[in-house]
């Protein structure tokens, strides 16, 4: 079940398809984006983010459905697009020794109403880099930059494909907070990803498509709770017992006993819950592993191979 706080959409998207050849790139992808969310698009690669999103934007033209953007059809009305969607797309360049206020002022002047190129350096944290050749920044500025070009239009709604790849670890935390802030200056962001943690950080609400088609959308952590299996609790018992003292509390879905280990699986408070009830029945634990589920882990479910369950020796189950 897809949450929807009620406020106005500003992308709908209904039955989508686009193809090269015979195979559909994307397949009657259909979902719709809030004002003022951060929504993501993930999936493997190859699965049709980027051609959704090309679509939206007007850069490529669908076989079928419907786009609509700000009540704007992104081929009849592209002009009037252009002047709403700001777009970084995953394969952008730029010349090499292009400085970056020349950038964005190259940029601010396909625009009627731009926003102002020294205003955007400081957002950014690019000014002291003004008079920089494009070629030496470093990969995060490079993005910054990417972003800056996306904005300088003043749009209502940014479209960023991949941002993040290829930046360290610092780099994509400093770009995350970059989204986020302008998330909070009033922008609606449309944010195609591979990084399941990224999602996790940035995205109101998450779409996976694979093979061209939605296979799930919601909340990240609706996303996680439902298709990666709740908390895992794994640990050493101080003595043997009975799976039943655990089978029968109320959030234990599964008990697995592997070898000399337990290991638990449910929702809610698990972890206390069960602590308690081997400690009721003088149960000490040792090596407590709690591994709770991600979006990494929903991502993997949906779209992987399955895998063969390896022999249990007992398995007790509500």
């Not at 396909?110 to 494009?134: N, Q």
């Not at 709740?230 to 509390?249: A, I, K, M, W």
Request: glycine share 10%; aromatic share 4%; net charge negative.
């Amino acid at each position: 079940m897809v949450r929807s706080s009620g406020r106005r959409q500003v992308i709908v998207v209904d039955r989508l398809r686009k193809a090269y050849g015979p195979a559909p790139a994307v397949d009657e992808v259909s979902f719709s984006v809030e004002e003022g969310e951060i929504f993501g698009i993930i999936g493997p690669n190859g699965a049709g983010k980027t051609t959704a999103v090309e679509c939206i934007a007007g850069l490529r033209e669908p076989d079928g459905g419907t786009v609509r953007v700000l009540g704007l059809d992104p081929q009849r009305d592209r002009a009037a697009l252009h002047e709403h969607v700001g777009v970084q797309l995953q394969e952008g360049a730029m010349p090499p020794k292009i400085r970056v206020a020349e950038a964005l002022e190259l940029f601010a002047s396909f625009y009627r109403h731009p926003a102002s190129a020294d205003e955007l350096m400081v957002l950014l944290g690019l000014s002291a880099k003004r008079h920089e050749y494009f070629k030496r920044l470093s990969g995060g500025l490079k993005q910054r930059l990417s972003v800056g070009l996306a904005l300088v239009g003043n749009p209502t709604i940014a479209v960023l494909d991949e941002l993040t790849t290829g930046l360290d670890p610092q780099a994509r935390r400093d770009t995350w907070e970059l989204i986020e802030h302008v998330r909070d200056r009033g922008v609606t962001v449309l944010l195609v990803t591979h990084f399941m943690d990224e999602a996790e950080r940035l995205c109101n609400r998450v779409m996976l498509v694979d093979h061209g088609r939605v296979t799930a959308l919601d909340t990240p952590a609706a996303l996680a709770e439902s298709a990666g299996g709740g908390t895992h609790l794994s640990f050493l018992p101080s003595v043997p017992f009975s799976l039943e003292v655990l089978t029968r509390l109320p959030d234990v879905s599964e008990v697995v006993r592997l070898g000399e280990r337990v290991q638990v699986t449910g929702t809610g408070d698990l972890v206390p819950l069960v602590l308690n009830a081997l400690a009721h029945v003088g149960v000490q634990t040792h090596q407590v592993q709690v591994h709770s589920a991600t979006l990494e882990d929903a991502f993997v479910r949906l779209t992987g191979p399955p895998t063969a369950a390896a022999p249990l020796a007992e398995v007790g189950r509500r």
